[in-house]
């Protein structure tokens, strides 16, 4: 019997030199996580606008390796064994930033880090500390609340209000300080500042006598914010019009870094 034209276009070549099954897999992952996690074939098909058969097809695929598992439900969720490779690749994300890290810690003069959203939380990933006797640490692997974070704010900025109340109602807005922002319009309102100054700040929100600046990586493969933060006392105002460029440099610099990493 002939095989579909789905199943033949599955084993093709992509127009991008891949392998299209390939591509097609990882879209329908990120498209899960995309989703929460958890989505029906009709979902996938809808958002994909690939035929049920191709979908069912991958995901049985998917399924066996254990990347996606099936709920009783009916429907499919990521499964356990992305959790081994999400954290070697956060590894290696860090690792990579270190370097410009590093150069942050150079210009500036205070702590450094990288964070990324993963799921409704921050976490950080890499840290290169100042040279200052006073300074901020923040242990790499440490998991914080967006509304109360430079790096939240910023990683935040750019997603859809709805996405964000959604997320703010499923977290809570738990006050880390008398400066944290506690309310869904307020942090909304934070996020307009960051669109349109370009960059985060918090102002003794998450802890009182520090203050952060950062922003986003732009083009990263995963939601990434960069920042420094330091005492209220030297991440003044004036050290943040002479901060703020070096911040937004080194992003830049730091997102074509990570794009080299992917071969052609």
Same mark, same amino acid.
């Given at each position: 019997m002939p095989t579909s034209s789905a199943s033949t276009t599955d084993s093709a070549k992509s127009t991008s030199g891949g392998v299209q099954s390939l591509e097609r897999a990882f879209d329908l992952l990120?498209?899960?996580?995309?989703?929460?996690?958890?989505? *029906?074939?009709?979902?996938?098909?809808a958002s994909s606008g690939l035929p049920l058969p191709t979908i069912h097809?991958?995901?049985? +695929? %998917?399924?066996?390796? *254990?990347?996606?598992?099936?709920?009783?439900?009916?429907?499919?969720?990521?499964?356990?064994?992305?959790?081994?490779? *999400?954290e070697s690749a956060s590894?290696?994300?860090?690792?990579?930033?270190?370097?410009?890290?590093?150069? %942050?810690?150079?210009?500036?003069?205070?702590?450094?880090?990288m964070a990324l959203l993963d799921g409704d939380e921050i976490v950080y990933v890499a840290q290169v500390p100042s040279k200052?006797?006073?300074?901020?640490?923040?242990?790499?692997?440490?998991?914080?609340?967006?509304?109360? +974070?430079?790096?939240?704010?910023?990683? %935040?900025?750019?997603?859809?209000?709805?996405?964000?109340?959604?997320?703010?109602?499923?977290?809570?807005?738990?006050?880390? +300080?008398?400066?944290?922002?506690? +309310?869904?319009?307020?942090?909304l309102a934070a996020l307009a500042d960051v669109r349109r100054a370009g960059y985060a700040v918090d102002d003794n929100e998450q802890e009182m006598g520090?203050?952060?600046?950062?922003?986003?990586?732009? *083009?990263?493969?995963?939601?990434a914010a960069i920042s420094i933060s330091g005492p209220a006392g030297r991440v003044t105002e004036t050290a943040t019009d002479r901060i703020v460029p070096v911040l937004q440099q080194v992003a830049r610099e730091l997102s074509e870094a990570l794009a080299t990493q992917t071969p052609a």
């Open positions: 990120e498209r899960m996580a995309d989703a929460g996690g958890e989505v *029906g074939l009709s979902e996938l098909s097809r991958l995901m049985r +695929t %998917l399924v066996a390796c *254990g990347y996606v598992r099936q709920q009783p439900n009916r429907r499919y969720a990521l499964g356990p064994r992305l959790i081994r490779l *999400g590894r290696l994300l860090g690792t990579w930033a270190r370097p410009h890290l590093a150069r %942050l810690v150079e210009e500036t003069g205070e702590t450094a880090n200052h006797s006073m300074r901020m640490f923040t242990e790499v692997g440490r998991r914080v609340l967006p509304h109360s +974070t430079g790096v939240g704010k910023a990683l %935040l900025a750019d997603v859809p209000d709805d996405e964000v109340r959604a997320l703010l109602s499923r977290t809570g807005m738990p006050a880390a +300080t008398e400066k944290t922002i506690t +309310t869904a319009e307020g942090f520090v203050r952060c600046l950062a922003v986003s990586v732009p *083009g990263s493969p995963t939601a």
